[in-house]
């Protein structure tokens, strides 16, 4: 059974950094698109970044130039890199697998940006 493991959120107060990383096991991480996304309450799921199996990344305008994903296809990890953090980025935060066939979720790492 696929499992994707999130790790790494937390409190921080604004402006301050924190790293997120995923962890994966039975699922080879070369063969799919990696993404994070992110919920607020009473907000719909939006993509944050993403990182193509060729390294491509694609980041939403609100975190541009403050986030950064990385991946580590030979042991299963992505790691989102959030700098000069923001309340409004408060949410939790999901790993994503995808490709053409399979469609994985993490259960999420909570994020919490306040003073």
């Known amino acids: 059974q696929v499992r994707l493991v999130e790790s790494g959120g937390g409190l921080v107060q604004p402006g301050g950094s924190l790293r997120l990383s995923c962890a994966g096991t039975?699922?080879?991480?070369?063969?799919?698109?990696m993404g994070w996304y992110r919920q607020a309450p009473g907000k719909q799921r939006e993509l944050v970044a993403a990182?193509?199996?060729?390294?491509?990344?694609n980041y939403a305008d609100s975190v541009k130039g403050r986030f950064a994903v990385s991946r580590d296809n030979d042991n299963n990890t992505v790691h989102l890199q959030m700098n000069s953090l923001k309340p409004e980025d408060t949410a939790a935060y999901y790993c994503?697998?995808?490709?053409?066939?399979?469609?994985?979720w993490g259960r999420g790492s909570q994020v919490t940006v306040s003073s």
């Open positions: 039975r699922i080879i991480f070369s063969r799919y698109t």
């Open positions: 990182i193509t199996g060729g390294g491509s990344t």
């Open positions: 994503n697998a995808r490709n053409s066939f399979y469609d994985y």
